[in-house]
């Protein structure tokens, strides 16, 4: 009989957010009992910036798997994992080399039958969907800085 796998859950959310990091937890942890994978462990980063490894769950999941207590781990989509494709990539090569499964929800995302060749188109939407999204950001904070100075300007009148 095979062991069961020791699965982890990570969530990450950008801005703390008790509501949506405890949304994507309920959810993995759904998908992960639908589909027979014990969750051992859950990781989460709440207000936690996606640009760097450097998030106090996300190094004790790590650890754990150093440790050989993890050999699946179940996110929302890359962007929980990294928002630079560059990190995503040397991380995911990491766990493979390791023997970790990653699944990956909202992407649609299993290591177990994924087609490796698609990676570097999937890296470069990510990388887009990054920049695009710092644009709207950007373009947002404009917005409001012009509405801002036109109600001013309507009060010193």
Request: glycine share 6%; proline share 3%; charged share 25%.
């Amino acid at each position: 009989m095979l062991d069961k796998p020791k699965v982890a859950v990570y969530c990450r959310v950008a801005s703390a957010n008790d509501f949506a990091i405890t949304k994507q937890e309920e959810t993995l942890c759904n998908y992960a009992s639908d589909n027979g994978l014990p969750v051992v462990m859950v990781y989460s980063d709440n207000g936690a910036n996606g640009l760097s490894f450097d998030r106090p769950a996300f190094q004790e999941m790590m650890a754990a798997v150093e440790g050989g207590e993890l050999d699946c781990i179940i996110s929302n989509d890359i962007s929980r994992i990294s928002r630079s494709h560059l990190h995503f990539g040397k991380w995911i090569d990491d766990m493979l080399s390791k023997n970790v499964r990653i699944i990956l929800v909202g992407d649609n995302f299993d290591s177990k039958t994924y087609r490796f060749q698609h990676a570097p188109f999937e890296e470069a939407m990510m990388k887009y969907y990054k920049e695009a999204h710092s644009q709207k950001i950007k373009n947002g904070i404009a917005h409001a800085k012009r509405r801002r100075l036109e109600q001013a300007a309507k009060h010193s009148e």
